[in-house]
């Protein structure tokens, strides 16, 4: 590993003193170095990416026709930036239209459990982001929908007919 090396000095003459010089191979702490990280390369596990799985029709294939869903089988959900918006019924002539501050199990999640409960196997969720509404507000109300194990649901466009009710109920 470590070699010092010694020189004579020469053939004849003055006598000077021997000088060691030292020289270290790094070859094995290269193999060391290799060995290490192939090691921890193999020994760790890889984050694993999440995703959500969204289904969504062909645009393009209109010989698939849509069951009917009854109203009164339905809820709409309207998140906004800050507050989530549901009404059940047509916009327009719905009664009501009630606002919850968040997503948590006091929010959006005892209502969806609720409805759930009461309508049974056929309920359906419409959902329609308002303008304001960020990709998180979204993916909050999909993974509500994941928690209550509803898979029944819809994601439109908000119409006017909803804006000017969730204007209406004190915006």
Known sequence: MAEISQDSGGKGGKKRSKKASTKIDMTPMVDLGFLLITFFMLTTTLAKPVTMQLNMPDKNDDSKETSPVKMSETLTICPDSSKVYFYQGIPGEAGVVVETADYSDKGIRQTLFDFKKRIGANFTIVIKATKSAKYKNMVDLLDECAITDN????????????ESMIKKSGK
């Not at 898979?151 to 909803?162: C, F, G, H, M, S």
Request: no cysteine.
């Open 151 to 162: 898979k029944r649901y819809a994601i439109l466009e908000i119409d006017p007919a909803t």
